[in-house]
């Protein structure tokens, strides 16, 4: 069982930056891939970056590339998501999720095995 908690969110304008934090408790942290995910508001949850067990290499979507960095401190046990030239598509509930795979970055949330609660960020123009 792993149990995660987001952290970070929040109200930024348009071109501003969000640092997201992910804090892991329970079983080994760096056995597991992370993932960053998002919703909008009647939307699909979609996938945002992801990032293997010992911090190399790193996926992310088209919409976000150049733009967010994934990273992790597995002494910390913890998952960043660094969100630069915010944009209001970028207003979501932005969630983080370990995926237990010994192969591959997967994109798809119902891969994933554990949640945190998410966290609300919100881009004004």
């Known amino acids: 069982q792993v149990q995660l908690v987001e952290s970070g969110g929040g109200l930024v304008q348009a071109g501003g930056s969000l640092r997201l934090s992910c804090a892991a408790t329970g079983r080994t942290f760096n056995d597991y891939n992370m993932g960053w995910f998002r919703q909008a508001p009647g939307k699909e949850r979609e996938f945002v970056a992801a990032i293997r067990r010992g911090g190399t290499p790193t996926y992310y979507a088209d919409s976000v590339k150049g733009r967010f960095t994934i990273s992790r401190d597995n002494a910390k046990n913890t998952v960043y998501l660094q969100m630069n030239s915010l944009k209001r598509e970028d207003t979501a509930v932005y969630y983080c999720?370990?995926?237990?795979?010994?192969?591959?970055?997967?994109?798809?949330?119902?891969?994933?095995?554990?949640w945190g609660q998410g966290t609300q960020v919100t881009v004004s123009s």
């Open positions: 999720a370990a995926d237990w795979n010994l192969v591959r970055l997967r994109t798809t949330p119902g891969e994933y095995d554990y």
